[in-house]
């Protein structure tokens, strides 16, 4: 089946560590995604990807990284910067040409930062 | 840039009862328009999508939505819920220029009660 995994589904870590969250995908997308999702405030644009080797910031790209090195992964970092993680991740994914552009979506990470 | 305005943070039905889910979007240039349902803990899953054509668009689970360009509106309709509707539901817009990238509202939590 065609998809996107998001490993692992829970994570802790302590705080000033970074964590690298991974995001997989076999759908044959060009673009990817990550949000941020806080409970009352919808889903944040972290990053995105629209080819590889190439990225562009987001609505809340600090304290974040990224990398795209393959068409199929693109891995998120959360750095000691980040000033709040404790939060839901999600990873999409879309095509970038023909007529339809919804983007297909993970299952989620839930980071927990102590 | 475009928004989105989801005007009901939380929705509550009984049963079998009509819904309705309301959003506006505002946007100087013409745009594509998505529902997306979560359901706890999970990623997001498209439910419907209006591109171009008729106003009215039919999606998954018997929901569907109209797009009203005079209103800037795509709010989104099912005549009669079930218990397994109850979730929080994402209305989102991309502009037609820019393909995937997608700016989402802050979503309504629908919950069903028997």
């Known amino acids: 089946d065609g998809g996107i995994t998001q490993s692992p589904k829970y994570l802790f870590r302590k705080e000033g560590q970074n964590v690298t969250l991974s995001c997989e995908q076999n759908l044959n997308h060009d673009a990817m995604y990550w949000y941020r999702q806080d409970p009352g405030q919808g889903l944040r644009l972290i990053y995105y990807s629209q080819i590889v080797n190439d990225f562009q910031k987001g609505d809340i790209a600090e304290g974040y990284s990224v990398s795209r090195e393959k068409k199929e992964s693109f891995p998120l970092t959360v750095t000691s910067a980040q000033k709040n993680p404790t939060a839901f991740y999600l990873c999409a994914s879309s095509r970038t040409s023909g007529t339809s552009y919804e983007q297909y979506f993970g299952p989620g990470t839930r980071l927990t930062v102590t | ?114």
């Open chain 2, 1 to 114: 840039a475009q928004s989105v305005t989801q005007l009901d943070s939380q929705v509550p039905v009984f049963e079998e009862a009509p819904v309705e889910l309301r959003c506006n979007y505002s946007s100087s240039v013409s745009v594509y328009l998505f529902w997306y349902v979560q359901y706890p803990n999970q990623g997001l899953q498209l439910l419907l999508k209006y591109l171009s054509g008729s106003t009215l668009v039919k999606g998954i689970n018997g929901f569907e939505a109209e797009f009203n360009k005079s209103q800037t509106s795509f709010h989104l309709r099912k005549p009669s819920v079930h218990i397994s509707d109850t979730a929080e539901y994402f209305c989102a817009v991309s502009k037609e220029t820019s393909g995937s990238r997608l700016t989402f509202g802050e979503g309504t939590q629908l919950t069903v009660n028997p």
